[in-house]
């Protein structure tokens, strides 16, 4: 997608700092991270949001599939153990700032509950 900071990460147009990637996501550590980890699994299919996410066997497949990344990042950064969080905010109220979608892993320290 034009213009999408994301996009343009997976296509190698803007420095990240990958950790991960397979045939779907990219995985960077966060520019401007909230915790010890805070890694960004990003699909290499430009979705908006989860609002744009079908409902059909491939989209499905994928959203699975980023929760098995997120935890096999998890276990390669050493927080499978203590605990983490993955987080997907949806839309500006949610603080989504990159209009692709895209799941936030944090750990590494003990995460403030509540919101």
Request: aromatic fraction near 6%; glycine fraction near 10%; proline fraction near 4%.
């Amino acid at each position: 997608m034009l213009n999408c900071n994301f996009c343009m990460i997976v296509d190698g147009k803007l420095p990240s700092e990958r950790v991960y990637e397979d045939d779907d996501f990219i995985a960077v550590k966060d520019i401007h991270p909230k915790a010890p980890v805070h890694v960004l699994i990003i699909p290499k299919k430009h979705y908006d949001s989860i609002n744009d996410v079908g409902e059909h066997i491939g989209d499905v497949d994928l959203m699975g599939k980023m929760i098995i990344v997120a935890k096999r990042l998890a276990k390669k950064e050493g927080i499978s153990a203590s605990g983490y969080r993955m987080t997907i905010n949806n839309g500006e109220d949610a603080g989504q700032e990159v209009d692709h979608i895209h799941m936030h892993l944090l750990g590494g320290e003990p995460l403030r509950v509540g919101f």
